[in-house]
Nanobody
Framework: QVQLVQSGGGLVQPGGSLRLSCVVS??????????MGWFRQAPGKERQFVGT????????YYDHAVKDRFTISRDEATNTLYLQMSRLKPEDTAMYYC????????????????WGQGTQVTVSS
């Protein structure tokens, strides 16, 4: 079974940076993934797409709200997905989730089968 374990997050001042990590395990020929993504959810709001990585094409796509500030990367050697966040804003405050897809990912949470446990990011002075 595919498992995603997240780390990182915390409290940061506006304009600061944070990096989230997501270690993936259990990927086999039976449990294969071809896309990964990051989502976030603020209290009282729906889960929101942040960005996605197509593992076959090695291409990324970001929500307009984070484009040019957030970067998704992957370390194949350690099976780790990263979300580097810079120029953080108070409106970036949310619980952040990594997710893995049996397809190529996408912008809908429904496209993802496996989810990390979530990590809190709070942007405040």
């Amino acid at each position: 079974q595919v498992q995603l374990v997240q780390s990182g997050g915390g409290l940061v001042q506006p304009g600061g940076s944070l990096r989230l990590s997501c270690v993936v395990s259990g990927v086999t020929n039976t449990f294969s993934i071809y896309g990964m993504g990051w989502f976030r959810q603020a209290p009282g709001k729906e889960r929101q797409f942040v960005g996605t990585l197509n593992l076959i094409e090695q291409s990324t796509y970001y929500d307009h709200a984070v484009k040019d500030r957030f970067t998704i990367s992957r370390d194949e050697a350690t099976n780790t997905l990263y979300l580097q966040m810079s120029r953080l804003k108070p409106e970036d405050t949310a619980m952040y989730y990594c997710a893995a897809s049996r397809g190529y990912g996408g912008t809908s949470p429904n496209s993802y089968t496996y989810w990390g446990q979530g990590t809190q990011v709070t942007v405040s002075s």
